[in-house]
């Protein structure tokens, strides 16, 4: 095998695991989840398996860092706060921040694991702060346009977070007739319409 070619063969190797280390993880937990099964669903050895990863907590580091790094934020909120309120929240929950609901999983699951394991949580911190300056712009923006009340954009960006955040857990954790509820559709729509009720400037028409 040639140079190039062994390093792609690595490369998608070294992928492989962390998908599987993904699917392991979030089904069965990290304690649940052992590098045997990793290793059987990625097609690989444990010895492969630890050679690209030293250890199932560098996996589960790695996997989170990789869920984060696939989180697309946009480079500001200019098209946002063009539009109403309406418009531009919830535009931009749905094209952006309901990759907190879908990654949920994941990302729940490195929070709980950063206590005993502390190197995990550097990223997520990353990513949610990442978020929380989003959402502080966007709300003191409104803010300032006149487009909204008067409000703490800190609190409002946290609460979002939040809301969006908890979703999976409390669909996993909740009884099934309470979880078939909570779609994606249902949490936007009352998201927004809570914020938009309670925050919007509505001007007379000439």
Known sequence: MTEPSHIAGE???HQRIIEAALQE?????????????IAERAAVNEVTLFRHFGNKVDLLRIAVEYEVAQVKLPDNVDAFVEMDLREGFSR?????LMQLTRKGDIL????AESYSHPQIVDSLKGLFWRIRTMLQSYFSIMQESGKMRQADSYVLA????ATLHTAPVVRKTAPKEVSDQLTDERLVSSLVETIVT????VKDRP
């Open 108 to 111: 729940m699951l490195g929070f």
């Open 198 to 201: 309670a925050y919007e400037v």
């Open 25 to 37: 993880f979030t089904q069965h937990g990290y304690k649940g989840a052992s590098t045997r099964a």
């Open 11 to 13: 490369v998608k190797t």
């Open 158 to 161: 946290q609460i979002v977070i």
């Open 92 to 96: 931009l929950i749905r094209e952006y």
